[in-house]
């Protein structure tokens, strides 16, 4: 176990809807990186968010949005849900990402599938 | 433009054999490497990491990964797999500032008994 703990496990949507995935941190750590990985694919980076900012995204588009809580914790809500939205959705924590030699924990991800 | 190659899409290994995993990447300056595996129905675990000092890592379950700057190349190894090794592998190289893990596409392995 990693520390690392995200809600719900699994999820289905309908297209057009929103919605709300959650992560707890491990104890600690202050940042928490989002990550997609669609099927027979490696995770890709999201966005990251450090000391309840954004701080950092990557090819994603705005629909794809955050929240870091004062807990560390954090959100990843999507909102228009596409069909290729459907897809595992990693969270991981790690410490200040300033530092050198940051390693990362993931949690189990929240199985997404949008009909 | 980063990038990250995992030459093994599938590999099939009977147990007892050996495994060497191919991983290439592209970037300039510092990096930290990275061999992440994906059990069945499991959470991303660290398998092993290079930060700096011996390029010859070794990490968890008698797997080690030798990093060649020369080449950009991070390869994983294990002198004999067990059917428990059967997963998913991604090499993640981290450059140093940069806010994310860039992963490659992994490389199932499949281990017969």
């Known amino acids: 176990e990693t520390g690392v703990t995200q809600s719900p496990t699994h999820l289905i949507k309908t297209r057009g809807q929103q919605v709300t995935l959650r992560c707890s941190s491990q104890s600690g750590h202050n940042t928490v990186s989002w990550y997609q990985q669609a099927l027979g694919q490696g995770p890709q980076f999201i966005f990251q968010y450090y000391r309840e900012e954004e701080n950092g995204r990557g090819n994603f588009p705005p629909r794809f949005s955050g929240l870091q809580f004062p807990n560390y914790s954090s959100e990843l809500n999507v909102n228009a849900l596409e069909l290729d939205d459907s897809a595992l959705y990693l969270c991981?924590?790690?410490?200040?990402?300033?530092?050198?030699?940051?390693?990362?924990?993931f949690g189990q991800g929240t199985r997404l599938t949008v009909v | 433009a980063q990038s990250v190659s995992q030459h093994n899409h599938h590999v099939i290994l009977s147990e007892a054999a050996s495994l060497e995993l191919g991983c290439n990447y592209s970037y300039g300056g510092t990096v930290n490497l990275f061999w992440y595996v994906q059990y069945p129905g499991q959470h991303l675990q660290l398998l092993l990491k290079?930060?700096?000092?011996?390029?010859l890592v070794k990490g968890i379950k008698g797997f080690e990964a030798e990093f060649i700057k020369s080449k950009f190349s991070f390869n994983l190894r294990k002198p004999s797999v067990q059917w428990s090794d059967t997963a998913e592998y991604f090499c993640a190289p981290h450059q140093t500032g940069a806010n994310n893990l860039f992963f490659g596409t992994g490389t199932r392995l499949t281990v017969i008994p």
């Open positions: 991981a924590s790690s410490l200040d990402p300033t530092r050198e030699n940051t390693e990362a924990f």
């Open positions: 290079y930060f700096s000092g011996d390029p």
